[in-house]
């Protein structure tokens, strides 16, 4: 039907329709004509209105995309350089009024400097041409004015950005702030101005409110400020800043009781200042990562100002809690003295905490004039980023006219008269923990009542004298050794175990153990380093004792130390298990791999040293009854527990009854019951059913927990190796437990850890008579002086891997006493009971 209709909206918005009759169908084309004029006219504009609004919300949010701004996060990348710094302004009144962004005279202050800031700049035309912005962030008493300025360098020019330095920027503002200050209406005399080139994330505007920003009063009392979103995740991109400011006279103290930060200070940290500028110069410390309750990060400024920035990218973690207060300061006059007594202690102001920058300190000891002085640093950190611990041109120890920087482990020194003189120096930057020290008068002519004197004077028990350990610290204890037939002697003196030979590891340190270890073309080499004709390799028989000929054969079939897929493919990959790497098709070589990782990242077993709380976070203490610690333990799962079977199966059957047994994971101090730790009763003691009480062959048992734990940066399982998992000779691997630090004496109140060695079965089996077998391994030191010793039973033997995952590689078992010579600590193999442990907990 050919018909002409007209739409006319409707009042509910849809459309209506109306046919139109002749008459209507004349009037209208009488209107045509007129008509068409005026609409291409309008059409013209139309297209010109719709051409410029599709350029503006199609091409250019496209060109944005393919272009886009630099955001806070990735400006230091992208051309954006900010620079921090500080000027005095003289003649200016000091009031509190300049303490509050909002107030008066802080803004028509702020912006005149600004202003003055910004002609300076303009004065050289290739800065200026980059120039954004100048802001005034603070005042202090001085008047000392706090400032940052930021360019930023487009794209096309990014070959200019290492133009835009920091000496141009000093140079052009100490050259022209003067001038333009006098000129200024306020007539500001200005001096004394700096300028650093810092992150660009940490410039934050007091004065903008959408800016993450807070002031804070440091008073006598303990007041508390955390980061955004804590205790859960801070934002994505969090820029945030905190100004502390104590009364003038005082200094403020800042302890982190919690700190979990993403553990790269490259993209994510917390930095402090002992300024209200992020300047460097004034910069106490950088820190990220997760920090254990055990060693918090606690800081102290010189003066009364202190600066907080928490600035992360796009992984979230909790972020941290702080108390801070305000403290009496420390100066020269607060630290040091005169010290007259025979013996004492020294530490920097506030040991274990940072010290404050901007400090000197003398301590003068004397003693009567036929005596002479021995000073022992038991802690030395006094560190500074990119300094030579050589010169010691920033913070640093004197003694007799050295200086001493760094951190050492082990430093003795001696005086040449019956004075000493102890300075410590800490400049405007960087501070770190500082050093605690015993001095104590002695007789030069005995220097060390029985014992042995090491060349730096340093006095150490006979029995360390050549036990190829380096207790002096300068090697004095180890050089001119009679070695016995068990050893051999290195090119330096020092005397090793024989079996440390070609082990691919530099024991002797200046690698004469590792000599002449190169086996000929015709020849394979062993995990152990010994050399074998090259017709073994992959023949289908282990030839070499550790089997490793048999490893990463491409033909032939599947050897002990092959990995077995779920699906039975054969894998010939030494220790393919969770190591980060999908070596079976089906991927069941990487499944079940959440464990063997410590949540924290840090910085007595006999020989051993006191563990940090979280360093093993799968160690558990085991009490019996009213007993308390018994045996050790670790964590497998959130509801099984793996032990040594003779710690249940003695002479009193009531030890084997599970109700009579309490867990405690998360511990540390056998004294402190704390939040962390977490207490478990035992449902099931499953010991092996083929366990040997006289020769502990076997020992090993399973523990079933009433109610499951709660895995957190103090709980969290380890590891369990697979059958095929091979711990060579020489690998270095960690015991721990709350075991007695000697033979004979009381077990320790907090956790001990020790870095012992896997040693050679035909080795371990030959100095212990014969006693060993299949199911036990050997670890620990020939020449003694480190072991596992009673209360450590049950506890774990950890191996680090090349992925970074701790694996278990045995069970503390049995021993001849203590860190005896020749008689290494022997372990439960775990490689061996993994399918028991699997058929008996399920898991």
């Known amino acids: 039907?050919?018909?002409?209709?007209?739409?006319?909206?409707?009042?509910?918005?849809?459309?209506?329709?109306?046919?139109?009759?002749?008459?209507?169908?004349?009037?209208?084309?009488?209107?045509?004509?007129?008509?068409?004029?005026?609409?291409?006219?309008?059409?013209?504009?139309?297209?010109?209105?719709?051409?410029?609004?599709?350029?503006?919300?199609?091409?250019?949010?496209?060109?944005?995309?393919?272009?886009?701004?630099p955001s806070l996060a990735n400006q230091q990348y992208l051309g954006a350089r900010v620079f921090s710094g500080q000027m005095a302004l003289l003649d200016v009144p000091y009031g509190p009024e300049y303490e509050n962004p909002n107030s008066v005279e802080f803004q028509e202050t702020a912006d005149a400097l600004q202003d003055i800031l910004n002609k300076t700049i303009s004065s050289d035309a290739f800065l200026y041409q980059y120039y954004n912005e100048s802001v005034i962030s603070a005042f202090s008493d001085g008047v000392i004015a706090y400032y940052w300025i930021r360019f930023t360098v487009p794209p096309k020019d990014m070959e200019l950005v290492t133009k835009v330095t920091e000496e141009r920027v000093l140079e052009t503002l100490r050259r022209g702030v003067r001038q333009e200050g006098r000129r200024s209406i306020q007539g500001f005399f200005i001096t004394s101005i700096t300028a650093s080139i810092t992150d660009p994330r940490m410039a934050r505007n007091p004065r903008a409110s959408a800016e993450c920003f807070f002031r804070l009063e440091a008073t006598s009392s303990i007041q508390t400020f955390h980061s955004p979103g804590y205790p859960d995740n801070y934002p994505v991109q969090t820029r945030c800043q905190w100004q502390i400011r104590a009364p003038k006279d005082?200094?403020?103290?800042?302890?982190?009781?919690?700190?979990?930060?993403?553990?790269?200070?490259?993209?994510?940290?917390?930095?402090?200042?002992?300024?209200?500028?992020?300047?460097?110069?004034?910069?106490?410390?950088?820190?990220?990562?997760?920090?254990?309750?055990?060693?918090?990060?606690?800081?102290?400024?010189?003066?009364?100002?202190?600066?907080?920035?928490?600035?992360?990218?796009?992984?979230?973690?909790?972020?941290?809690?702080?108390?801070?207060?305000?403290?009496?300061?420390?100066?020269?006059?607060?630290?040091?003295?005169?010290?007259?007594?025979?013996?004492?202690?020294i530490t920097t102001p506030r040991y274990p905490s940072f010290y404050p920058p901007m400090l000197d300190c003398k301590w003068t000891i004397t003693v009567p004039e036929h005596m002479k002085i021995r000073v022992k640093f038991t802690k030395f950190l006094v560190r500074e980023p990119g300094v030579n611990v050589l010169t010691c041109n920033k913070d640093y120890v004197e003694i007799n006219g050295t200086?001493?920087?760094?951190?050492?482990?082990?430093?003795?020194?001696?005086?040449?008269?019956?004075?000493?003189?102890?300075?410590?120096?800490?400049?405007?930057?960087?501070?770190?923990?500082?050093?605690?020290?015993?001095?104590?008068?002695?007789?030069?002519?005995?220097?060390?009542?029985?014992?042995?004197?090491?060349?730096?004077?340093?006095?150490?028990?006979?029995?360390?004298?050549?036990?190829?350990?380096?207790?002096?610290?300068?090697?004095?204890?180890?050089?001119?050794?009679?070695?016995?037939?068990?050893?051999?002697?290195?090119?330096?003196?020092?005397?090793?175990?024989?079996?440390?030979?070609?082990?691919?590891?530099?024991?002797?340190?200046?690698?004469?153990?590792?000599?002449?270890?190169?086996?000929?073309?015709?020849?394979?080499?062993?995990?152990?380093?010994?050399?074998?004709?090259?017709?073994?390799?992959?023949?289908?028989?282990?030839?070499?004792?550790?089997?490793?000929?048999?490893?990463?054969?491409?033909?032939?079939?599947?050897?002990?130390?092959?990995?077995?897929?779920?699906?039975?493919?054969?894998?010939?990959?030494?220790?393919?298990?969770?190591?980060?790497?999908?070596?079976?098709?089906?991927?069941?070589?990487?499944?079940?791999?959440?464990?063997?990782?410590?949540?924290?990242?840090?910085?007595?077993?006999?020989?051993?040293?006191?563990?940090?709380?979280?360093?093993?976070?799968?160690?558990?203490?085991?009490?019996?009854?009213?007993?308390?610690?018994?045996?050790?333990?670790?964590?497998?799962?959130?509801?099984?527990?793996?032990?040594?079977?003779?710690?249940?199966m003695t002479g009193d059957p009531l030890y084997r009854e599970a109700s009579k047994w309490r867990t405690y994971s998360g511990m540390n101090d056998q004294q402190n019951y704390d939040d962390d730790v977490q207490m478990r009763t035992v449902k099931t003691i499953i010991p092996h059913e083929n366990y040997n009480f006289l020769t502990y062959d076997n020992d090993i048992a399973l523990l079933e927990l009433e109610e499951p734990l709660v895995f957190s940066s103090t709980v969290y399982p380890v590891c369990l190796p697979s059958s095929s998992r091979v711990f060579p000779p020489g690998t270095p691997c960690w015991v721990t437990g709350w075991g007695a630090l000697r033979e004979g004496g009381r077990p320790s109140l907090i956790l001990q850890t020790a870095e012992v060695k896997i040693i050679n079965d035909t080795v371990c089996d030959m100095v212990i008579d014969g006693q060993v077998t299949s199911r036990m391994l050997c670890s620990g030191f020939l020449a003694g002086g480190v072991d596992a010793c009673q209360g450590d039973s049950g506890g774990p033997l950890v191996c680090l891997s090349k992925a970074n995952i701790w694996f278990q590689a045995g069970i503390v078992s049995w021993g001849e006493g203590c860190a005896r010579r020749n008689k290494p600590g022997i372990y439960t193999r775990l490689t061996v009971f993994r399918d028991w442990i699997y058929e008996n907990a399920k898991i």
Not at 276 to 286: E, G, P, R, V
Not at 486 to 491: G, I, T, V, Y
Not at 497 to 508: A, E, G, K, M
């Open 403 to 648: 200086k001493y920087c760094g951190e050492r482990p082990l430093l003795t020194l001696n005086s040449n008269t019956n004075t000493m003189v102890i300075s410590f120096h800490s400049d405007s930057s960087y501070t770190n923990k500082g050093f605690k020290a015993q001095y104590n008068a002695y007789n030069p002519q005995n220097p060390c009542p029985g014992k042995f004197t090491c060349d730096t004077g340093f006095c150490i028990s006979k029995q360390l004298h050549c036990d190829g350990w380096n207790d002096c610290g300068d090697m004095s204890d180890e050089t001119k050794c009679q070695c016995e037939d068990d050893n051999f002697k290195c090119d330096n003196g020092i005397c090793k175990p024989r079996y440390w030979l070609c082990d691919q590891v530099n024991d002797c340190g200046d690698n004469s153990d590792e000599q002449n270890c190169t086996c000929q073309k015709s020849q394979v080499r062993c995990g152990d380093g010994t050399c074998l004709p090259q017709s073994v390799k992959c023949n289908g028989k282990e030839d070499c004792e550790d089997g490793s000929d048999e490893v990463s054969c491409d033909e032939g079939t599947c050897t002990d130390l092959s990995y077995i897929c779920a699906d039975g493919q054969c894998v010939k990959k030494l220790n393919a298990r969770c190591d980060k790497v999908n070596d079976c098709s089906d991927g069941s070589d990487e499944q079940d791999c959440n464990c063997g990782e410590r949540p924290y990242k840090l910085n007595r077993i006999v020989g051993g040293q006191d563990a940090n709380v979280g360093d093993w976070p799968w160690q558990v203490s085991l009490h019996y009854h009213t007993s308390g610690h018994v045996c050790g333990a670790s964590i497998i799962s959130d509801k099984w527990l793996l032990s040594a079977a003779h710690c249940f």
């Open 1 to 69: 039907m050919n018909s002409t209709v007209m739409y006319e909206p409707s009042r509910n918005g849809s459309e209506n329709v109306t046919f139109l009759t002749k008459e209507q169908k004349k009037a209208l084309k009488r209107k045509k004509t007129g008509v068409v004029v005026g609409s291409v006219l309008v059409l013209l504009v139309l297209a010109v209105v719709a051409g410029f609004l599709i350029w503006w919300f199609a091409v250019v949010p496209s060109i944005a995309k393919k272009n886009p701004e």
């Open 250 to 345: 005082k200094a403020i103290l800042l302890k982190f009781t919690s700190f979990y930060v993403q553990d790269s200070c490259s993209s994510d940290y917390v930095f402090i200042f002992d300024s209200f500028s992020t300047d460097t110069a004034h910069a106490i410390t950088q820190d990220c990562g997760h920090l254990p309750p055990t060693q918090p990060l606690e800081v102290i400024s010189s003066g009364n100002l202190m600066l907080v920035n928490l600035i992360t990218a796009e992984v979230q973690r909790p972020g941290f809690e702080a108390q801070y207060s305000a403290i009496p300061k420390i100066t020269a006059q607060t630290c040091g003295g005169h010290l007259s007594n025979l013996s004492g202690n």
